[in-house]
């Protein structure tokens, strides 16, 4: 069981927006801990997507954007293309675990 | 642009050790970011398992800490991961990344490619 919680999937059509939610506790997130994500496509390696809540690394686009609330975290995706189609991460810090933590991941179907 | 690549067995024997490398080019190991090994289980999520900075100081996560050792060696450009006594439990892609930020505010990028290993006699 993840220590941060994510819906297993999601979807929606092109062009359209989507969230996805990740639920911590006052250990993780809810202690203050930035919540960053990341971006699986099939058959590749994590790549950094959000960090700090809402910092796009250079390169990615602003149709991605993040933000925190009290225990939760949440990634939006507008404008939804079919590229976009991949598993996504978040993560954060454990004040218990005394390390970094990862939601279950969330895999997004383009329909 | 630093790049991250693992290498090592992709097989090992039930209860044996599991060593892998992440060789660091374009970027000195001997920097102020620490170096990290995340893995993720077939069809699962992804598990921190422990980070190094080049002085050797070395943070595990306490479910695999009895288990694994990381260590690094600036004169390779690489940084290391042993885990004693495998299970099938233990299959998985093991990842080497980059650990920016400080204290509790940490997050991983760039990644390797990633290395699978299978435990299997």
């Known amino acids: 069981q993840s220590v941060l919680t994510q819906p297993p999937s999601v979807s929606g059509a092109p062009g359209q927006r989507v969230t996805i939610s990740c639920t911590g506790s006052?250990?993780?997130?809810?202690?203050?801990?930035?919540v960053n994500w990341y971006q699986q496509l099939p058959g590749a390696a994590p790549k950094l997507l959000i960090y700090g809540n809402n910092i796009r690394p250079s390169g990615v686009p602003d149709r991605f954007s993040g933000s925190k609330s009290a225990t939760s975290g949440s990634l939006a995706i507008s404008g939804l293309q079919p590229e976009d189609e991949a598993d996504y991460f978040c993560q954060s810090y454990d004040n218990s675990l005394s390390g970094p933590t990862f939601g279950g991941g969330t895999k997004l179907t383009v329909l | 642009q630093v790049q991250l690549q693992e290498s090592g067995p992709g097989l090992v024997k039930p209860s044996e050790t599991l060593s892998l490398t992440c060789s660091v080019s374009d970027d000195s190991i001997k920097t102020t970011y620490y170096w990290g090994w995340i893995r993720q289980a077939p069809g699962k999520g992804l598990e921190w398992i422990g980070h190094i900075i080049y002085s050797g100081t070395t943070y595990y996560n306490p479910s695999l800490k009895s288990r694994v050792t990381i260590s690094i060696e600036t004169s390779k450009n690489q940084f290391s991961l042993k885990m004693t006594s495998v299970a099938a439990a233990d299959m998985a892609v093991y990842y080497c990344?980059?650990?920016?930020?400080?204290?509790?505010?940490?997050?991983?990028?760039?990644w390797g490619q990633g290395i699978l290993v299978t435990v299997s006699s």
């Open positions: 990344a980059r650990v920016r930020g400080s204290g509790n505010i940490r997050w991983f990028d760039p």
């Open positions: 006052s250990s993780n997130i809810g202690a203050g801990n930035d």
